[in-house]
C-alpha cells in the first residue's frame, strides 16, 4: 500500500517531498483505488498472519504489519517462495486456499 501511494505521489506531482509537504492526504487517485489497495492490504496481512501461526507473536505481529503496508512486494514474494517453490506455509488453512486457486 505505501508503495503504490508512494508512486501516485510521484506521478502526480513529479517530486516526492513536494506533494506531502504541500497536501498530505490529497493522492490524486479516484477513492475506489484507495479501496482496493486497502482490501489488497487486509488480504495480504490475512495471509501473513496465517502463514507465521507457529512463530513467536511479536515475529507473526511484525511480519503482518509488514505484508499490510508493502502488500504488492510481500504478494511477489509469497507467490514465488510459496507457490513457485512449494514451500508450505504453517498454518493449514491458507494452503488449500492457495492450491485449490492455482490448480483451477
Known amino acids: 500500500m505505501l508503495e503504490l501511494f508512494t508512486a501516485f505521489n510521484i506521478i502526480g506531482s513529479g517530486n516526492l517531498n513536494e506533494g506531502f509537504e504541500e497536501e498530505p492526504y490529497k493522492f490524486g487517485v479516484p477513492v475506489?483505488?484507495?479501496?482496493?489497495?486497502?482490501?489488497?492490504?487486509?488480504?495480504?496481512a490475512y495471509i501473513a498472519y496465517e502463514c507465521n501461526e507457529y512463530e513467536k507473536p511479536a515475529t507473526r505481529a511484525l511480519s503482518t504489519i509488514i505484508a499490510f503496508f508493502f502488500s504488492g512486494f510481500y504478494l511477489i514474494y509469497y507467490f514465488i517462495v510459496h507457490v513457485l517453490?512449494?514451500?508450505?506455509?504453517?498454518?493449514?488453512?491458507?494452503?488449500?486456499?492457495?492450491?485449490?486457486i492455482v490448480k483451477k
Open 32 to 44: 475506489w483505488w484507495i479501496i482496493v489497495a486497502l482490501l489488497i492490504s487486509f488480504g495480504t
Open 85 to 100: 517453490f512449494d514451500r508450505k506455509c504453517g498454518s493449514r488453512g491458507i494452503n488449500n486456499i492457495v492450491r485449490n
